[in-house]
């Protein structure tokens, strides 16, 4: 039986957990799939976002990604970016492709909300993407202008799982600072797997007697608050309070393992500069009342060597795609609908805000207090759970069914029009260096 999709081509952009999901399911029911990766490497931000001491979940899911990326009827285009190497329009709507996905993630920093403050990067000021991908790459050094510097001390600003990793770096590498100064060594991974106070006590020391000022998220709603894990949207009040006491649960335990600091009812409002550098932030006491976030009108300061920003990742912009200010100006977010694309959808992390939302509460059922456990670290010493955490798979399968169901009523191209296609793909494939994706591995060398 002749398949019907056989003559449609779809191109996907980004080729990291989502891209891939979404590549392999339409490749597998016989579409030719298209992958439009940024970066030499297509793990996104399994490499360079999860922190290193993840290892055994980094290599599973770099695994995942190249068997995905692999499989017959998907063509790998490394080293491309869309809106820059090629033009989001002209891949939309004149290369012949029968629908488009976004599946490029979230690289841009949401910026801290204090006028002003993103003159002082560098000079003070530090955002978390940047600061974890150097922290990944640190060790093999594939990354010379990628520099992180940890210092005792640090205010980060946010809340949540990207902002405790930040907080661990620290408290983990000062940790190691101090044992190599008293000629005790260990690593980054034993360190987080069996946690700082055990190391030391193993040593007959504590925390405290090495002397380190521990790092302190400041986060704006309460310690119940702080999006560790979801509640179902049906969710009645026995389970939201449920949920609540399973975060500060969760919190307490990685702060005790991990050595850092909270402070909540914190919202970040003015810079503290001194001699053009930023020494610290002032903060207004919030208060949450029905739900609700407000001010008080307490303020303090928060002053350390560094201040890094950890609120949230954004898109970046395409030429050709509208915006609503930060975000895309999606029409359905639940799916990524753009206005005036109507073959263009999107997935994963690209889908912010609103659309985020609908995603993570749909995602949340499936994943448990023991996911998030393993994933900070605060669960035992077996991380499996860990990779239910991390969000993707289900919107994947979603994305992916919404645009088998979309060709059914699509025109597939014509075969010179997949001919001129193949040849516009194979341009870039040569310009790249690729020939195909064991060689191309090989010469790119393995991730972090």
């Not at 599973?60 to 090629?86: C, H, M, N, Q, W």
């Not at 907080?167 to 101090?178: M, N």
């Not at 449920?242 to 919190?251: D, F, H, I, P, T």
Request: charged content about 25%.
């Amino acid at each position: 039986m002749n398949n019907p999709n056989r003559a449609h081509c779809v191109a996907v952009i980004g080729g990291a957990t989502a891209g891939a999901e979404i590549a392999s399911r339409l490749a597998d029911r016989g579409v030719s799939v298209f992958v439009f990766e940024q970066n030499k490497r297509p793990y996104g931000k399994i490499e360079d976002g999860l922190p290193r001491w993840h290892e055994a979940l980094r290599e599973k899911e770099y695994e995942t990604i190249d068997e995905k990326l692999t499989r017959p009827g998907v063509a790998f285009v490394p080293s491309t970016k869309i809106g820059r190497d090629v033009g989001f329009k002209a891949l939309a709507n004149e290369w012949g492709f029968s629908a488009v996905v976004l599946a490029n993630g979230a690289w841009r920093d949401r910026p801290l909300p204090i006028d002003g403050a993103d003159a002082y990067l560098g000079k003070g000021l530090v955002y978390q993407n940047p600061f974890v991908i150097a922290f990944n790459h640190a060790e093999r050094g594939d990354l010379p202008n990628a520099r992180y510097e940890v210092l005792p001390g640090a205010v980060i600003v946010g809340g949540g799982l990207a902002s405790i990793d930040v907080a661990k770096i620290h408290t983990l590498e000062l940790t190691l600072r101090e044992l190599a100064k008293r000629g005790i060594e260990s690593n980054v991974v034993e360190l987080e797997v069996k946690g700082i106070p055990k190391i030391l006590a193993g040593h007959g020391l504590t925390f405290e007697q090495l002397g380190i000022v521990p790092p302190t998220i400041y986060y704006r709603r309460r310690v119940e608050d702080m999006p560790l894990m979801s509640a179902p949207e049906d969710a009645d009040a026995a389970r939201i309070a449920k949920v609540e006491a399973g975060r500060k649960r969760m919190l307490e335990k990685s702060t005790e393992k991990y050595c850092f600091k909270v402070e909540p009812l914190s919202a970040p409002e003015a810079l503290i500069v001194e001699n053009g550098r930023l020494v610290g932030l002032r903060f207004r006491r919030t208060k949450m009342e029905n739900g609700r976030l407000g001010m008080t009108d307490e303020t303090f300061e928060a002053r350390g060597p560094v201040v890094i920003s950890s609120i949230g990742s954004i898109p970046e912009p395409i030429e050709g795609i509208a915006m609503k200010g930060e975000l895309f100006d999606f029409k359905d977010w639940e799916i990524g609908r753009l206005e005036g694309y109507p073959t263009v959808f999107s997935v994963g992390n690209v889908v912010t805000g609103k659309g985020n939302i609908v995603a993570s509460r749909k995602h949340a059922t499936q994943v448990s207090e023991a996911a998030v456990e393993a994933y900070l670290g605060v669960g035992g010493e077996d991380r499996s759970a860990a990779a239910e955490a991390r969000p993707g798979m289900p919107e994947a399968d979603f994305t992916a069914d919404q645009v088998l169901a979309s060709l059914g009523n699509a025109k597939p191209p014509s075969d010179e029009q997949i001919a001129k296609l193949r040849e516009r793909v194979a341009k870039l494939q040569r310009a790249a260096g690729y020939d195909d994706y064991k060689s191309w591995k090989e010469k790119v060398g393995a991730p972090c």
